[in-house]
């Protein structure tokens, strides 16, 4: 794994030089223009890791927020404490299946249509390809220096190692990106329920229940009234724990169908679900398109803020390393980049799978494109629709610490806990019943919070740990080292990318200039 970690550590360097490099406006690579549109194809050394410790031990905390106990002021480091001994007794196989399911979710089913908001050229796919690699990669990198973090300050978590490395003054704000994160990563799930079960009622041939007109916001209204509600009240969430494997074991089932559905060529024109897609939205109906419109290069930041959404997990990173059994930092690396590459890879059965069935015409959320009638298709919306279900709670509770965290409530009552899920159900809810393109809330969020929690905050932790590393080991002048420098450049990479990338997102959804 040294060479993927020499390889992330270069694109770090090169990142400033050239974010976006291999895309070239107006570039139309392979066959003439095509479009299906009704049947017809036409053109067209240590110190101290312990503020948490202090004073009683660490809260309880759930994915991100992290408590730690001031001990400095003015975000000085607190006095130097020995680093605890990792005992973690999980093996490397085990971790990186559990990590690679902390990775990925249901964001892949969004890049497909990262792609074709950039390009609906084919053998661009390659170049969408290039760029879920090299940001895995980066990924994996910056996800392995929030590890080098906790190992060199023995922080317990992602906020205890900005609080120990950049300040506890300002800790905060990770704990509020993480609150919003939480929040948004469930907008995001009530989005697909709403978008998958109405496609299943239109399968069940199903459009009024007790008088009710069956429509996307009417499901939406219902499952969280009836459905996320009570899950999100229960008293303990320890009975959804085994969600997660119905997830993954959805998208595996999904990646599989698409892959197939690509190669038969069912979608494809003459395809008999071409021919009823076709049947039921008429003849102006695009099932696909491409060599229409060729690419535009700066819509690739779109794309690259929906992988970074899908590569998001480090806030993790800590709990990790002390799970992994004898975790030093090669052995930690390499579980990280194994499980990185492993999500590429899901990554990559989606990408091609959508975008080389359904071209410029992906939706944001590929399963939307795939016929009504298809019961492979009809497995796949159910069986992630499910696994959302019964795996949001489980989000939810991260929000719901994060929050309490925030607001230093250390211990909520239960009325508390339960207006908490009432305000959270509702705000979510809304939001979902007003948003309807998944793919434009996925890129933005990707590029305003993601860019941030993957790479600035994780490489303003590390290049704060390594000088206040050499200042105790009474070394200060020695080199600061590569991992330092190339931390640097990814504060500038990720600072780009998010502020770029999210005027980019605003500016095709709300404008015509990227149109």
Not at 148 to 155: E, F
Not at 317 to 346: C, H, N
Not at 459 to 478: C, F, I, T
Request: proline share 3%; net charge positive.
């Amino acid at each position: 794994m040294a060479s993927y970690d020499r390889a992330a550590r270069l694109l770090a360097l090169l990142a400033l030089a050239a974010p976006c490099a291999g895309f070239a406006p107006g570039v139309a690579l392979g066959a003439p223009p095509r479009m299906a549109v009704g049947g017809v194809t036409g053109a067209s050394p240590v110190y101290g890791g312990a503020l948490a410790r202090v004073g009683g031990g660490l809260r309880r905390s759930l994915v991100m927020s992290g408590s730690a106990t001031a001990s400095g002021e003015g975000g000085e480091a607190p006095a130097p404490l020995s680093v605890p001994k990792l005992a973690g007794d999980t093996p490397m196989a085990n971790c990186v299946v559990n990590l690679m399911k902390n990775i990925v979710g249901s964001g892949v089913l969004c890049l497909a249509g990262g792609v074709a908001v950039m390009t609906d050229t084919p053998a661009m796919v390659i170049v969408g390809l290039g760029v879920a690699l090299a940001f895995s990669l980066i990924a994996g990198y910056c996800f392995a220096l929030v590890g080098r973090v906790s190992k060199i300050t023995g922080a317990q978590s992602y906020t205890e190692g900005w609080a120990l490395t950049v300040g506890d003054k300002s800790k905060w704000i990770p704990n509020v990106i993480v609150v919003f994160k939480t929040w948004s990563a469930c907008l995001i799930y009530s989005m697909i329920i709403g978008d998958l079960f109405t496609d299943l009622a239109a399968t069940a041939g199903i459009t009024k229940l007790a008088g009710v007109a069956v429509n996307r916001n009417s499901i939406i209204f219902t499952s969280h009234l009836f459905g996320l509600l009570p899950l999100c009240l229960l008293r303990s969430f320890k009975v959804l724990s085994y969600a997660s494997f119905l997830g993954i074991g959805g998208l595996i089932f999904t990646a599989f169908f698409m892959i197939l559905r690509l190669v038969e060529g069912s979608y494809a024109p003459g395809g008999v679900f071409f021919k009823q897609l076709v049947a039921k939205g008429g003849k102006k109906l695009v099932v696909s398109s491409f060599n229409v419109a060729g690419t535009q290069a700066i819509k690739a930041l779109i794309l690259i803020s929906m992988l970074t959404n899908s590569y998001l997990c480090h806030y993790n990173s800590p709990k990790f390393l002390r799970e992994l059994k004898d975790a030093t930092t090669k052995r930690f690396s390499q579980m990280t980049y194994t499980s990185f590459i492993g999500a590429f890879v899901m990554n990559a059965l989606f990408m091609v799978g959508g975008f080389l069935t359904f071209g410029g015409a992906s939706k944001g959320l590929i399963l939307n494109n795939y016929a009504t009638t298809d019961a492979l298709a009809t497995v796949s919306r159910g069986a992630i629709g499910l696994s959302i279900l019964f795996g949001y709670p489980l989000t939810f509770e991260g929000f719901r610490s994060s929050a309490t965290e925030f607001a230093k409530v250390k211990e909520p009552s239960q009325k508390l806990k339960d207006i908490i899920a009432v305000g959270f159900i509702a705000s979510v809810c809304a939001g979902a019943m007003v948003l309807r393109d998944l793919g434009v809330v996925v890129s933005f969020l990707g590029a305003l919070l993601g860019s941030f929690v993957i790479y600035v905050f994780p490489s303003m932790m590390y290049r704060g740990a390594r000088r206040k590393e050499l200042e105790q080991s009474g070394n200060k002048d020695a080199a600061l080292g590569t991992d330092y420098h190339a931390a640097g450049a990814l504060i500038g990479l990720g600072t780009f990318l998010g502020l770029l990338g999210a005027t980019v997102v605003v500016l095709k959804a709300c404008t015509n200039v990227l149109k």
